[in-house]
């Protein structure tokens, strides 16, 4: 089986942002951050609160939606893409920005987008409060979408990864399929396979645009109900980089021993592209979207509350060392990058 071919080199974008990182030297006098760089999503100290600040796109998703010519859910994408990041600190998102990059104007492309825009942040509980739209042909040959939001955390509450430790559980919140990342990748294998939008994929009853379009799960409600209720100690948003997210809360030895039953889709993309259990682990998320590290004495409150909310499944667990197992598959990570 191949580990990739001409997509992501997610090496070399590992380089570009640290090198682009180290060039912020400046910083204001009277003005902190908490953490560092690297993390799901950038805190700013308020003293008693922490603002959290992130932003994030729809990436080539919006590819699908222009060639099935159906823009009505990738606002959904564009706000869980920013939300499901802010989540992992504690943090509630509060307001939201988008902004749209275009090759000419279409009043029914604005209508779909500001529709799912509207949906995503009803389900997020947050308000859009403006944004900046570009009609900039010599720049781009499709529409790219993209959103900052901020949110508010008590800086008491904040989960950073740090009491993470040996012996604690995995928990997986189930995806609602690809979400927003991969997508570079599974455009390369439906055009090698030629495989078009309104074709199924082998063994599927829908469409492969409504399978691909189907909206990025937003967790927002969900973590907030845990917040107050459950020893929260890692927070994970499983996105570009697949299962080896996990790794960014904190260097352990993270074991995925019962993991979650990918949706057909990606059964098939694998297939498809003759790829393996590690290229396929770290570039989408396998059914899981989402990951809450806790300890086994929070078990029952993480599983009542979650019940009948989102696919929750206990996935593994946490051992001192270094880096992401999958015994099942033979898969081994040695850390994020």
């Given at each position: 089986?191949?580990t990739?071919?001409?997509?992501?080199?997610?090496?070399?974008?590992?380089?570009?942002v640290?090198?682009?990182?180290r060039?912020?030297?400046?910083k204001?006098?009277?003005f902190?951050t908490i953490?560092?760089?690297g993390g799901?999503?950038?805190?700013?100290?308020?003293?008693?609160?922490?603002i959290s600040?992130?932003?994030?796109?729809?990436?080539?998703?919006t590819?699908?939606?222009?060639?099935a010519n159906?823009?009505?859910?990738?606002?959904?994408d564009c706000i869980?893409?920013?939300?499901?990041?802010?989540?992992t600190?504690?943090?509630?998102?509060?307001?939201m920005?988008?902004?749209?990059q275009?090759?000419?104007?279409d009043?029914?492309v604005?209508?779909?987008?500001?529709?799912?825009?509207n949906?995503?942040?009803q389900?997020a509980?947050?308000?859009?409060?403006g944004g900046?739209?570009a009609?900039?042909?010599?720049?781009?040959?499709?529409i790219?979408?993209?959103g900052t939001?901020?949110?508010?955390?008590q800086?008491?509450q904040?989960?950073n990864g740090e009491r993470?430790?040996d012996?604690?559980?995995?928990?997986s919140?189930?995806?609602?399929?690809?979400?927003?990342?991969?997508f570079t990748?599974v455009?390369?294998?439906l055009a090698k396979?030629?495989i078009g939008?309104?074709?199924?994929?082998?063994?599927?009853?829908?469409r492969?645009?409504?399978v691909l379009?189907?909206?990025?799960?937003?967790?927002?409600r969900?973590?907030?109900?845990?917040?107050n209720?459950?020893n929260?100690?890692?927070?994970?948003?499983?996105?570009g980089?697949?299962v080896?997210?996990?790794s960014?809360?904190?260097?352990?030895?993270?074991?995925?021993d019962?993991p979650?039953?990918?949706?057909?889709?990606?059964k098939?993309?694998?297939e498809?592209?003759n790829?393996d259990?590690?290229?396929?682990y770290?570039?989408f998320?396998?059914?899981t979207?989402f990951?809450?590290v806790?300890?086994?004495?929070?078990?029952?409150?993480?599983?009542?509350?979650?019940?009948?909310?989102?696919?929750?499944r206990?996935?593994?667990?946490?051992e001192n060392g270094?880096?992401?197992d999958?015994?099942?598959?033979?898969?081994t990570?040695?850390g994020?990058?």
């Amino acid at each position: 089986m191949k580990t990739g071919g001409s997509f992501v080199d997610r090496k070399a974008q590992g380089e570009f942002v640290s090198t682009l990182i180290r060039q912020f030297k400046y910083k204001r006098g009277d003005f902190k951050t908490i953490g560092s760089f690297g993390g799901f999503t950038s805190l700013v100290d308020l003293g008693t609160f922490a603002i959290s600040f992130n932003t994030d796109n729809v990436g080539t998703k919006t590819m699908i939606a222009e060639e099935a010519n159906k823009y009505d859910t990738i606002g959904i994408d564009c706000i869980a893409m920013c939300v499901n990041d802010a989540i992992t600190s504690g943090s509630e998102p509060l307001a939201m920005v988008d902004y749209i990059q275009l090759k000419t104007v279409d009043t029914e492309v604005a209508r779909q987008i500001g529709t799912g825009l509207n949906v995503g942040a009803q389900m997020a509980n947050l308000t859009m409060v403006g944004g900046e739209t570009a009609i900039v042909p010599d720049l781009v040959s499709h529409i790219d979408l993209s959103g900052t939001s901020i949110g508010i955390v008590q800086k008491g509450q904040i989960v950073n990864g740090e009491r993470i430790e040996d012996g604690d559980l995995l928990f997986s919140l189930g995806s609602s399929g690809i979400h927003s990342n991969g997508f570079t990748t599974v455009r390369s294998v439906l055009a090698k396979n030629e495989i078009g939008i309104d074709d199924k994929f082998p063994g599927d009853s829908k469409r492969v645009s409504e399978v691909l379009l189907e909206p990025t799960r937003i967790y927002v409600r969900e973590i907030l109900d845990l917040l107050n209720i459950v020893n929260l100690k890692g927070l994970v948003n499983i996105t570009g980089g697949g299962v080896r997210n996990i790794s960014r809360v904190k260097d352990m030895r993270y074991v995925i021993d019962n993991p979650v039953e990918p949706q057909n889709v990606f059964k098939k993309i694998m297939e498809l592209g003759n790829f393996d259990y590690p290229f396929m682990y770290e570039t989408f998320n396998m059914g899981t979207g989402f990951v809450v590290v806790t300890d086994e004495d929070s078990k029952r409150d993480l599983l009542s509350t979650l019940k009948g909310k989102v696919p929750v499944r206990e996935i593994g667990h946490v051992e001192n060392g270094s880096g992401i197992d999958l015994p099942e598959f033979g898969v081994t990570f040695k850390g994020y990058y």
